[in-house]
């Protein structure tokens, strides 16, 4: 069954009250991505309201950054439901009552299915710690170790029902040193994550990046190539 299309996200954010784009987010654990985007909006450097922090893990500890920051923190769990698909429905449509402009998926560790992303396109992220498209799924780091790369990396993406394979927004690079080990390039990437994310739901927020079919578009103009918002800072 084809998705009824969606608007395009611009004219959905300018929709939102105060002009800001309203966010919803899924975090499975430590919630440092969420963080981030919380410091960002707390400092006014990004036109969002973070309405809710869902998890599909009681004890992540992003909730409690959510209960903290006074943002509504939402649990549910898998095992309350017949399979996949019925959880996945379930937790989207929680997501729904927020009214969210765009999702956030920020270490968010499930595959969803694909018709519950289907009616999400173009209005959900996620952040992924490898140069798309190398390295789908789990233990980038080491896979990037494992194959002798020079260069490593992370990528926001709007989420396609592909896992880790909807077109990529954005990109950060950051070489690979003599004697790394997984543990230290994900310490290494992670504060570059924090940046390139909130860099990406920035220029959602404000209208500038959109999903146009299978294009990402800047500006009105499909990119070529991934954006790097941070290789001139
Ligand atoms: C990040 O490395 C993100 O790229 C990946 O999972 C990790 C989540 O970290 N998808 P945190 O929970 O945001 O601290």
């Given at each position: 069954m084809t998705p009824p299309p969606h608007p395009p996200l611009s004219r959905v954010a300018r929709d939102a009250g105060e002009g800001k784009c309203s966010i919803v987010v899924f975090a499975s654990g430590r919630g440092s991505n969420f963080a981030a985007l919380l410091t960002a909006q707390q400092r006014g450097?990004?036109?969002?309201?973070?309405r809710a922090l869902l998890s599909?893990?009681?004890?992540?500890?992003a909730l409690l950054l959510a209960e903290n920051a006074g943002i509504e923190a939402i649990t549910l769990a898998?095992?309350?439901?017949?399979d996949r698909a019925g959880f996945d429905r379930a937790i989207f449509a929680r997501a729904a009552q927020f009214t969210p402009d765009l999702i956030v998926l920020a270490g968010y560790m499930r595959m969803i299915d694909a018709q519950v992303v289907a009616p999400w396109i173009g209005r959900m992220i996620n952040i992924h710690?490898?140069?798309?498209?190398?390295?789908?799924?789990?233990?980038t780091h080491a896979r990037a170790l494992e194959s002798g790369d020079t260069v490593h990396g992370a990528s926001v993406h709007f989420v396609t029902a592909e896992l880790d394979g909807g077109p990529v927004i954005a990109q950060v690079e950051m070489p690979i040193e003599r004697g790394d080990t997984p543990e230290a390039l994900a310490a290494r990437l992670l504060p570059l994550e924090h940046r390139l994310l909130v860099a990406c739901v920035d220029l959602i927020a404000r209208g500038r990046v959109v999903l146009a079919g299978h294009a990402v578009e800047l500006d009105g103009q499909p990119l070529r190539a991934p954006l790097r918002p941070l290789a001139a800072q």
């Amino acid at each position: 069954m084809t998705p009824p299309p969606h608007p395009p996200l611009s004219r959905v954010a300018r929709d939102a009250g105060e002009g800001k784009c309203s966010i919803v987010v899924f975090a499975s654990g430590r919630g440092s991505n969420f963080a981030a985007l919380l410091t960002a909006q707390q400092r006014g450097g990004i036109p969002v309201e973070i309405r809710a922090l869902l998890s599909d893990k009681r004890t992540a500890p992003a909730l409690l950054l959510a209960e903290n920051a006074g943002i509504e923190a939402i649990t549910l769990a898998p095992r309350d439901y017949a399979d996949r698909a019925g959880f996945d429905r379930a937790i989207f449509a929680r997501a729904a009552q927020f009214t969210p402009d765009l999702i956030v998926l920020a270490g968010y560790m499930r595959m969803i299915d694909a018709q519950v992303v289907a009616p999400w396109i173009g209005r959900m992220i996620n952040i992924h710690p490898s140069l798309l498209p190398k390295y789908a799924g789990l233990h980038t780091h080491a896979r990037a170790l494992e194959s002798g790369d020079t260069v490593h990396g992370a990528s926001v993406h709007f989420v396609t029902a592909e896992l880790d394979g909807g077109p990529v927004i954005a990109q950060v690079e950051m070489p690979i040193e003599r004697g790394d080990t997984p543990e230290a390039l994900a310490a290494r990437l992670l504060p570059l994550e924090h940046r390139l994310l909130v860099a990406c739901v920035d220029l959602i927020a404000r209208g500038r990046v959109v999903l146009a079919g299978h294009a990402v578009e800047l500006d009105g103009q499909p990119l070529r190539a991934p954006l790097r918002p941070l290789a001139a800072q």
